[in-house]
């Protein structure tokens, strides 16, 4: 069982940045993916950006990429998500979620993903 903590949500307006940060409760395999998704309001959740632990390969949704970065410290047990030139339609609660070490899915699909964390709200106003 992995358990997922994620913090740095907030209001910023459009143009703006925020770093959310997602730390596992246990060191992680380097076969295991950690993606965050988002939900907006009345919406599916979707992907967002994944990155595999162990190389660091990353990838990213098309609405983001240019804009969103993914990293992660593999000493701490965390994932980031730097957040640039947000949009309003940004706004959602985002989630990080993690495989598990035999996962063999597609990143790009929730379904691929064991542990979820609880969420946090990222708001962008206009």
């Known amino acids: 069982q992995v358990h997922l903590i994620e913090s740095g949500g907030g209001l910023v307006q459009a143009g703006g940045s925020l770093r959310l940060s997602c730390a596992a409760s246990r060191p992680t395999f380097r076969s295991q993916v950690m993606g965050w998704f988002r939900q907006a309001p009345g919406k599916e959740r979707e992907f967002v950006a994944a990155?595999?632990?162990?190389?660091?390969?990353?990838y990213y949704a098309d609405s983001v990429k240019g804009r969103f970065t993914i990293s992660r410290d593999n000493a701490k047990n965390t994932a980031y998500l730097q957040m640039d030139n947000l949009k309003p339609e940004d706004t959602a609660v985002y989630y990080c979620?993690?495989?598990?070490?035999?996962?063999?899915?597609?990143?790009?699909?929730?379904?691929?993903?064991?542990?979820w964390g609880q969420g946090t709200q990222v708001t962008v106003s206009s």
């Open positions: 990155i595999t632990w162990g190389i660091g390969n990353t």
């Open positions: 979620a993690t495989t598990r070490a035999d996962y063999s899915g597609n990143l790009y699909y929730r379904n691929s993903y064991t542990y």
